[in-house]
């Protein structure tokens, strides 16, 4: 299984491999790292900071969508790097 996580601080991707059967067995394997460029977090920040403000679930304002966008890219390259 290949795990991917992005956390708050906002420094980038993190990427790990374990071997797993499920149940009993788990063989932790590589990891790596992408870090996320200062534009990145940049545009990380002016989302978060707009959807402090929003009041109902669906809205998705343009910024918002762009981050998500540019998150969902850099998981893509962090896995096509490993």
Do not use: W
Not at 44 to 72: F, G, H, V, W, Y
């Amino acid at each position: 299984a290949i795990g991917l996580m992005s956390g708050t601080s906002m420094d980038g991707v993190d990427l790990a491999l374990i071997d797993t059967d499920g149940r009993d067995k788990v063989i932790q394997g590589p990891a790596s790292f992408l870090a996320y460029s200062d534009e990145d977090r940049t545009l990380l920040r002016q989302a978060l900071s707009l959807a402090r403000d929003l009041t109902r679930a669906n809205e998705r304002p343009a910024i918002i969508a762009k981050a998500e966008q540019m998150i969902t890219s850099r998981h893509h390259q962090a896995l096509e790097s490993f």
